[in-house]
């Protein structure tokens, strides 16, 4: 079955840009009507939905986020990667990649990876 | 502040039912039927539980519903275990134009 699994730095300086990476197994990321998104996770907090992207290349951001935000795609590798750019302390937290449009539905997260955390400080 | 309001925790005894409530408007939760349930253990990875509304994907145990009144959608748990503590997330579609909108999380204590 399809596995995710993310990776890139675990620490990050303040103002640099966060750039991480979900590489997909066991199916291709190109194929059906998936949609591939990231979430990250303070620690002790909730969950917040960063944004997604279709294979198509459409891409859909948290309004919150939009600015400093950039999703792609690379079917070659059967990747997609996250890049955060401008980050602060607030920006620390366990980010993970998930697989979405369970049901054909955008929303729904049903393959997600182990999660990894990103630590920004100087 | 997440616009789906969820209780911060709860908690039961194994063998008991409990319920989590995910309250939001008619923009989101009252609106449509595209509300969700996500388990987290901690440490781990979301899980999903139940999509759209009530239904559950395969695997996961018939001892979790889900339902709707209103602009509140809830998730019941019976017979309670104790491998069922973890916190709990709704989320739902809005046309608000807030993608992705997650509830703020219940803590579900088995005592």
């Known amino acids: 079955q399809v596995q995710l699994q993310e990776s890139g730095p675990g620490l990050v300086k303040p103002s640099q840009t966060l750039s991480l990476t979900c590489t997909v197994s066991g199916g291709s990321i190109s194929s059906g009507s998936d949609y591939w998104s990231w979430i990250r996770q303070p620690a002790g907090k909730g969950l917040e939905w960063i944004g997604r992207i279709y294979t198509s290349g459409t891409t859909n951001y948290n309004p919150a986020l939009k600015s400093r935000v950039t999703i792609s795609v690379d079917t070659s590798k059967n990747q997609f990667s996250l890049r955060l750019s401008s980050v602060t302390a607030a920006d620390t937290a366990v980010y993970y990649c998930?697989?979405?449009?369970?049901?054909?539905?955008?929303?729904?997260?049903?393959?997600w990876g182990k999660g990894t955390t990103v630590t920004v400080s100087s | 502040q997440s616009a789906l309001t969820q209780p911060a925790s709860v908690s039961g005894s194994p063998g008991q039912s409990i319920t989590i409530s995910c309250t939001g408007t008619?923009?989101?939760?009252?609106?449509?039927?595209?509300v969700s349930w996500y388990q987290q253990h901690p440490g781990k990875a979301p899980k999903l539980m139940i999509y759209d509304v009530s239904n559950r994907p395969s695997g996961v145990s018939n001892r979790f519903s889900g339902s709707k009144s209103g602009n509140t959608a809830s998730l019941t748990i019976s017979g309670l275990q104790a491998e069922d503590e973890a916190d709990y997330y709704c989320s739902s579609y809005t046309n608000s134009g807030t993608l992705g909108m997650f509830g703020g999380g219940t803590k579900l204590t088995v005592l």
């Open positions: 008619s923009s989101d939760v009252g609106g449509y039927n595209y």
């Open positions: 998930a697989r979405a449009g369970y049901s054909g539905y955008e929303g729904y997260m049903d393959v």
